[in-house]
């Protein structure tokens, strides 16, 4: 799609604040398996998400931003929420953090590809920026899955788990 800038700044909003929201039910569920570091970085993803919104917000100044419907955005689930199926209050430290990994990487994806398309010069510039902030968010949970504790079965293959 080749965004405008207030389409790319309308969508960057609705992204980062999704995002905000899904890292706050990771935090939540964590910290109700007593796992208060990986909790604890989901609260930091939290703040960033919500750092990152809100200078995206002051970025916006006085550009008039479109009215977008939740039907109308570029995509099916925003970027950084993926889908509800890791919401289940059971799932483990490791495949949470899976599960943020790849809603980071779908993240970098979508400002990488919004930077590509379009033609205006600081969508381009503005959405290589967010991408390379995604990216050091995908780097901080690829660094948090090499020191958290896999389990002896991947949680949504596991037999035991009630479906």
Same mark, same amino acid.
């Given at each position: ?6 389409? *790319?700044?309308?969508?960057a909003?609705?992204?980062? +604040?999704?995002a905000?929201? $899904?890292?706050? !039910?990771?935090?939540? =569920? ?6 208060d ?10 703040r ?18 479109p009215?977008?419907?939740?039907w ?13 199926e890791? *919401? ?6 490791y495949? +949470?953090?899976?599960?943020a $990994?790849?809603? !980071?990487?779908?993240? =970098? ?9 379009s ?7 503005l959405?290589a920026?967010?991408?390379a ?10 660094d ?18 009630e479906?």
């Open positions: 799609m080749d965004y405008t800038l207030p389409q *790319f700044l309308a969508h909003i609705a992204l980062e +604040a999704e905000a929201e $899904r890292y706050q !039910e990771l935090a939540d =569920m964590m910290e109700a398996h007593r796992n570091e990986v909790s604890a970085l989901f609260r930091d993803m939290v960033y998400s919500r750092m990152h919104h809100d200078s995206i917000v002051a970025r916006v100044g006085s550009t008039v931003l009215k977008i419907g939740p109308e955005y570029v995509w099916r689930t925003p970027p950084e929420a993926g889908g509800d890791a *919401f289940d209050y059971r799932i483990n430290p495949d +949470a953090l899976l599960y $990994r790849e809603n !980071e990487m779908r993240a =970098m994806q979508y400002y990488a590809d919004a930077g590509e398309s033609t205006d010069p600081e969508v381009k510039r959405a920026e967010f991408a902030e995604e990216t050091e968010h995908v780097e901080a949970i690829e948090w899955l090499a020191r958290t504790e896999r389990p002896a079965a991947p949680w949504a293959t596991d037999p035991h788990r479906r």
